[in-house]
Every structure is written in structure tokens, then in C-alpha cells.
């Protein structure tokens, strides 16, 4: 069973992470640089293209294990290798073929320098995703990367995906380059420069100290009370759950001196979340609120969400060891309450 759960969060997490990448191409979110292992990366996208890819297709991988970490946005760099195997694995469709995935760390030389002038960092991560498929003729490498240029019949892309992936790398200080010959195959060469630092590793937490106090939750959706719930109390608090932010209102006017800390939903059916903080901030201005929201857009500036009583925003999904830390920061910066 904690196998299965295991994936059922990390496919939440990647759900999360792709909603916050569509926010980001539709330019209402910036994307969160992070220190990224890209071998992990190629992992989960190979889980994830597997049953997608022809069983006459094989997979190789040469994957270097020392290469260092990059700085980037891991859901971008998913979406250039998804990317870069969908195309190499519909060239080869017909006919079938093998898929390869290379990674290495290299020490540009003179010729690359010369090749790839704008490669300026001492070491890059190399990144070889190659096909045996149809290949391509000089022409069609030289517009590869334009926008809306595509191979491909009617149905079957938009030619917009190189060209994504051409200006994710660049925003990241790399290069792509491709080499091709006709009915050979094809050669993508991803180059990000490389970064000392290492992944945080995923560490069992164990439960912090009991739980001090109690807590009012407002959120529409049952599944979420009810989750709450059961880490609310699994961490010692006392919580009251609300679906609705009208009946929590009424429940805190009652009982406010009973409640340490308010947790709310953002989007809601009666009010959104900062409605109902200002509501209750005019109740009772020293009580804490802490936003949840799975919405990726920054809501508004922070100095004006503190003026109804939001320490901090949360986007889901959350975890026990997450919400555990934040409500034990926001309650200890509470005064009265310590």
C-alpha cells in the first residue's frame, strides 16, 4: 500500500508542477528555478512515454550518474525530454527503430566554443536524445526550431514544440543543436551548464511535537475536510471543518476565543478565501490566517493580503511535514498565542 501511495503523490506532485508550467506558458505565472537532477528527470518522463511508445521502438539509455545538477524548472526540463522522445518516436513509428538517451557532463573545447560561441559556463550537462527514424535534409534542420515549422501531417503537431523547447533552454543559458541525415535519424543535443549544489533528498520526516490549540477550516470540497481533518488531528490540534465560509463566520463570531488559527480555501462557492479572511479579520484582527489554493497565479501583493490577517499562502497539494511547519512558524510569530 505505501508503494501505491508513493506514486499516487508523486503524480499529484507532477499534476501540480504541470499546472503551474501551463500557468507559466500562458504568462500569468513565472516558473520556480530550482536546483534539478536530471536523471531523475528522465526517469519519471520514460514512466510516463513507455506505454505511449510502439513496442517496435526500443529504448537505450547511457546515462551518466556522476553528471552534476542544472538550475532550471524541473517541470521545463520534463516537458524538453516528453518533448524531444515524442518526436523521435514518431519519426520512427513506420518502420520502428531505437530511441537513445544520452547524459554527460563535458568541458566545452575550442571547436565547440566555436560552434556554440554562447556557451560560456566551464562545464554543461549534455543531453542526447537520438532516433534511427526518417531523418531530416539540411533545409529542414535550418528551420527546425521557427515557430509553427513543422514535418509532420495535419493532426499530428503544431510546430510549436521545438520552438518552446528552444526558448526554455535559452532562458536557462543553454543551447540546442540538432544533426540529421535523411532516412538515418536524428540527433537532438541539449547543453545546460552545470551547478555544484545537490537535491534536497526526500527525508521521513517524524511528527513534530503534539499540537498546540485549535483551528477553523474552511473549504468547499468534502475530500479535502476530511483530509484536513485527519491531519489536523493527527498533529494534536483541535479543528472545526467547515464546507461553507457563511457557517464558519457564524461558528467563529460564537467561538473565536476558541480558535488559535484560520485555514481557508481560496476559490469558494459564497466567497473566495481573502473575502472571507477580511470578514473575519473585522471580527478579530489577531487571528491568523493561513491561504490555501491550487491556483498558480500570484493572487495579489503579500503587504496587502497581511492587512486581513494572511501570514501565508500554501498551494496544494500539501503534505503532513509541509502544513505541520507552517502552522508551527505562523502561530509561534503569533504573540498572544505563545
Not at 5 to 26: D, M, P, W
Not at 169 to 188: A, L, Q
Not at 248 to 254: D, I, N, S, W, Y
Request: some cysteine; hydrophobic content about 40%.
Amino acid at each position: 500500500m505505501h508503494e501505491y501511495f508513493t506514486e499516487i503523490t508523486k503524480a499529484a506532485e507532477r499534476a501540480k508542477n504541470l499546472v503551474a508550467q501551463i500557468l507559466t506558458f500562458s504568462r500569468t505565472s513565472e516558473s520556480s528555478p530550482d536546483i534539478v537532477s536530471v536523471q531523475s528527470v528522465i526517469e519519471e518522463a520514460l514512466t510516463l512515454l513507455r506505454p505511449s511508445i510502439p513496442s517496435t521502438i526500443s529504448i537505450e539509455q547511457d546515462i551518466e550518474q556522476s553528471c552534476r545538477n542544472v538550475f532550471a524548472d524541473s517541470s521545463q526540463i520534463h516537458q524538453i525530454i516528453v518533448n524531444l522522445c515524442t518526436n523521435a518516436f514518431q519519426a520512427m513509428e513506420e518502420r520502428g527503430g531505437v530511441l537513445t538517451i544520452e547524459l554527460r557532463e563535458v568541458t566545452p573545447d575550442a571547436d565547440m566554443h566555436k560552434m556554440l560561441p554562447n556557451l560560456q559556463a566551464e562545464n554543461y550537462m549534455q543531453l542526447r536524445i537520438s532516433d534511427t527514424g526518417t531523418g531530416m535534409d539540411e533545409a529542414t534542420m535550418e528551420r527546425i526550431l521557427e515557430p509553427f515549422f513543422t514535418t509532420k501531417s495535419v493532426g499530428k503537431g503544431s510546430g510549436l514544440g521545438l520552438s518552446v523547447v528552444h526558448g526554455i533552454i535559452k532562458s536557462f543559458h543553454g543551447e540546442i543543436t540538432v544533426e540529421s541525415r535523411p532516412n538515418v535519424g536524428s540527433t537532438f543535443i541539449v547543453y545546460l551548464p552545470v551547478v555544484n549544489e545537490k537535491t534536497e533528498k526526500t527525508i521521513r520526516h517524524k511528527l513534530p511535537p503534539e499540537g498546540k490549540g485549535s483551528i477553523l477550516f474552511v473549504d468547499d470540497e468534502p475530500a479535502t475536510l476530511r483530509m484536513m481533518t485527519l491531519m489536523m488531528t493527527r498533529l494534536g490540534f483541535r479543528i472545526e471543518a467547515k464546507n461553507s465560509p457563511l457557517e464558519a463566520l457564524e461558528l467563529f463570531r460564537k467561538k473565536r476565543e476558541q480558535f488559535n488559527l484560520v485555514i481557508t480555501d481560496l476559490t469558494m462557492p459564497e466567497m473566495t478565501g481573502i473575502e472571507f479572511a477580511e470578514r473575519l479579520h473585522k471580527i478579530s484582527s489577531e487571528t491568523p490566517v493561513i491561504l490555501m489554493t491550487g491556483y498558480g497565479k500570484d493572487i495579489e501583493p503579500t503587504n496587502a493580503l497581511s492587512n486581513y490577517g494572511i501570514r501565508r499562502i500554501l498551494k496544494k497539494p500539501i503534505n503532513l511535514a509541509q502544513i505541520a511547519s507552517i502552522i508551527n512558524e505562523v502561530l509561534s510569530n503569533t504573540p498572544h498565542l505563545n
